[in-house]
């Protein structure tokens, strides 16, 4: 029989008929299909189409003006954002397992469950794929589920994520529970066009000169000098792009397990795992070298860097089995020796982005909030806006960029005390009632 995960998105309490009674509870579900594809299967599947509506966002990237936009698994939005006021969907690259991505130059790099996959996107209405290192990746997380190799059968094991709503009956007094579904787990869910992409626009933390754009914290895809860095759960995967069009494997390193995030900065790489924040130097681009380990309780753990002090955001999750939800503040002026000081409280961060003194924090199903970051020790919360989904953020000097479960959001910040809404791509999602 195929079984269904189910995990618990919200609970709303529609219905009371006394607490002696039984309560009516609306829940909506994340349902994990089982699935399974031939690497045959993946590999055609890539092909340009036209554009769609965001139904299962993922991360985003910024260059020259475009913004893209990971849609889980499936592909990534392309969209011409160089009026940040009218943002408009140019093109769809349908992409069987995609998760991250880079530009160089006019290159876009993408993940394909077990590929790397290069793609010329000069023309975002045409874009051509043109090579693929086979092979290199063997398993994968995403919010959209987990993905395995069987390299043997030549098989990709996947879950297809769908949303359900349920109403169902429990005692008014209980605490949250799964319904009664034997499978079912609980989920924190707080837990115009131009012809190319080339320009003097470059990522702020990758050398000079450059063409790179820009991820956000919880990106695993990173450039810098002539290689393009990815991350797994346990390992950092090096390519050779000195020919861009044309990437070679590099080398491995092995990293333990948990690791979630990598943050470019100068010539250093800051990783983010799920038990503490690694520092790298990358001196040498080709091989880097590990120079300490700044170590936290186990959860989710993005970080972005600005000059000696690194912001690392902590939450509570299922995925990562913790329960601390906070902010710390590291001095990593000695970089063999980062120390800590001051942890914030926050409800459950997610991503983050720093323009300093602005330091933006992404708090999940709480929304968005702005501090000044001045001084480390009394940083001060500017703003909280309420009433949407924040995962991710990139800020791009005046303006915003974020993404969350509801959609894609751009905010000027101009006044960091009062962000202003500047134009939202919603997501358009079914939800079917089971």
């Known amino acids: 029989m195929r079984r269904t995960l189910y995990f618990l998105l919200g609970i709303v309490l529609v219905g009371l008929n006394g607490c002696t009674d039984k309560c009516k509870e609306t829940r909506t579900f994340r349902q994990f299909t089982p699935r399974t594809f031939t690497i045959a299967q993946v590999r055609m599947g890539v092909q340009a189409e036209p554009a769609r509506t965001l139904v299962n966002p993922g991360k985003i990237y910024t260059k020259d003006g475009f913004l893209l936009i990971n849609e889980i698994k499936e592909g990534i939005h392309i969209i011409d954002n160089r009026n940040p006021s009218s943002p408009k969907t140019v093109a769809f690259l349908r992409i069987p397992g995609n998760g991250d991505m880079a530009i160089r130059n006019n290159v876009l790099y993408a993940d394909s469950f077990m590929d790397l996959v290069a793609f010329d996107i000069s023309d975002p209405q045409n874009i051509r794929e043109l090579n693929r290192v086979k092979d290199v990746f063997q398993n994968g997380q995403f919010d959209g589920g987990y993905w395995s190799l069987n390299a043997q059968q030549e098989l990709i094991n996947d879950q297809k994520v769908d949303y359900v709503t349920q109403t169902v009956s429990t005692d008014c007094e209980s605490g949250v529970t799964n319904g009664g579904c034997a499978n079912c787990a609980v989920f924190d869910s707080r837990g115009g066009f131009v012809q190319n992409f080339s320009s003097t626009m470059s990522g702020s933390n990758a050398p000079a000169p450059s063409t790179n754009g820009t991820g956000g914290s919880m990106a695993r895809f990173t450039l810098y000098d002539n290689y393009l860095y990815t991350v797994s759960q346990s390992d950092m995967q090096l390519f050779d792009i000195k020919t861009p069009a044309d990437p070679k494997k590099g080398n491995k390193i092995s990293m333990g397990w948990g690791i979630e995030t990598i943050f470019p900065y100068k010539d250093k790489l800051f990783i983010g795992s799920q038990t503490g924040m690694q520092i790298f130097d990358n001196s040498n681009p080709e091989k880097p070298v590990r120079m300490s380990t700044f170590d936290h309780a186990r959860v989710c753990d993005p970080v972005v860097v600005y000059e000696d002090k690194a912001y690392v955001t902590l939450r509570s999750g299922t995925t990562c089995q913790g329960f601390t939800n906070q902010l710390d503040v590291v001095d990593v002026s000695n970089l063999y020796s980062p120390r800590l000081l001051k942890s914030y409280p926050m409800k459950n961060p997610h991503g983050l982005g720093i323009d300093f003194p602005n330091l933006f924090i992404c708090e999940g199903a709480y929304g968005l909030k702005t501090f000044n970051a001045s001084d480390a020790m009394k940083i001060d919360e500017l703003e909280h806006l ?47 009632a089971s």
Do not use: C, T
């Open 386 to 432: 309420e009433g949407f989904n924040a995962y991710d953020v990139i800020p791009l000097g005046k303006s915003l960029l974020l993404i969350g479960q509801d959609g894609f959001y751009q905010y000027d910040y101009s006044n960091p005390r009062k962000l202003k809404l500047l134009s939202k791509i919603p997501v358009q999602r079914p939800y079917p």
